[in-house]
């Protein structure tokens, strides 16, 4: 038995799929049935049922499973352990963060981090703000960046990031003469949004008063298809000011302010309260909170994004 039998054993426990396994660890579907094969002879017993459409475990696969989760977190503390024995931080950070923050707010954080630390290698689990709490909370990774407000007991959470949501629309927009408009404006164009997550229901919440007369021409599952689409006349949307720094200085799109509200995206860095972090997530953390942007909100203006 080795680790890579472990990780492959547990990832089609958990998908189902021998296939899905496969192509998480990078193996061929015949590689990862091989491994299991191997297991099943070592224990000499079954571990997996494969009679039906999905793969399920046995009793006896549902014992062994939480044996090799456990294997697998010993070994991963051990690396840890002697990553943080020496002066400076190694092995792996593990960080959580969305497709945008990813995109448009980590890289030169990451960028800095890796000229300071280039014995660290980052492993990023891309996902929605509830979904990498969970993995905080399981331990699955260090550190997340996440759409505030946070509510959890298990989690310290510091502000990092605050940028400002406006209306975004092609250069050929009448719209584009205008520094600002009203919501009632914008509610009239036909508008892109996203599919799901935090600006999904920004907008849902900002456009539910002209439910009746409102126009949604596409939903998207990525701020770099909104901005193409809108960009190409397609639509308007609304979006954190610095993604679309870009299409802007290159005259592709205009971003117009909304009158009478004041719509935030804001960030923060989260990690579990009361554990002893790796060298590598507590440097990560001070790097990013030294690099915290956080312009201040317009007075007078209604505040509605959270």
């Known amino acids: 038995m080795d680790f890579d039998q472990l990780i492959t054993f547990v990832e089609v ?32 017993s079954k571990l997996l049922d494969r009679s039906s459409k999905s793969v399920r475990l046995t009793d006896a696969g549902q014992l062994f499973l939480a044996y090799a989760e456990r294997m697998l977190n010993l070994r991963k503390e051990s690396l840890r352990a ?3 024995y020496g002066n400076d931080p190694r ?13 448009y707010v980590l890289p030169d954080v990451f960028a800095e981090y890796l000229r ?33 407000p946070v509510k959890s007991t298990n989690l310290t959470v510091r502000p990092i990031f605050r940028d400002r949501l406006m209306l975004m629309v092609d250069s050929n927009n009448p719209l ?18 996203p599919k799901t997550g935090f600006m999904r229901q920004v907008l849902d919440k900002l456009f539910r008063p002209y439910a009746l007369h409102l126009q949604v021409r596409m939903e998207l599952p990525s701020v770099g298809m909104i901005k193409s689409f809108v960009a190409a006349g397609l639509g308007v949307s609304i979006i ?22 004041d719509l935030w995206r804001e ?40």
């Open 116 to 148: 300071l630390y280039p014995a660290v290698q980052i492993s990023i689990y891309r996902n929605f703000s509830r979904k990498i709490l969970e993995r905080l909370d399981d331990g699955s990774i260090d550190v997340g960046v996440v759409t505030l």
């Open 91 to 103: 092995g792996v950070l593990m960080v959580g963060a969305n497709e945008a923050t990813c995109l």
């Open 176 to 193: 584009a003469k205008f520094d600002s408009v009203p919501v009632s404006v914008a509610a009239e164009q036909p508008l892109i949004f």
């Open 240 to 261: 954190s000011t610095s993604f679309a720094q870009d299409e802007v200085q290159a005259g592709r799109v205009k971003l117009v302010a909304l009158e009478d509200i």
């Open 13 to 44: 426990a958990k998908l189902q799929s021998f296939s899905r396994a496969g192509q998480k660890v990078f193996r061929s579907q015949s590689a990862v049935s091989a491994q299991i094969r191997q297991l099943e002879n070592e224990y000499g």
């Open 267 to 306: 960030l923060g860095v989260a990690y579990r309260r009361n554990t002893t972090l790796p060298r590598s997530a507590t440097a990560f953390i001070e790097l990013i909170q030294s690099r915290t942007r956080l312009p201040r909100k317009r007075a007078g203006a209604k505040h509605d994004a959270t």
């Open 82 to 84: 002697v990553a943080d």
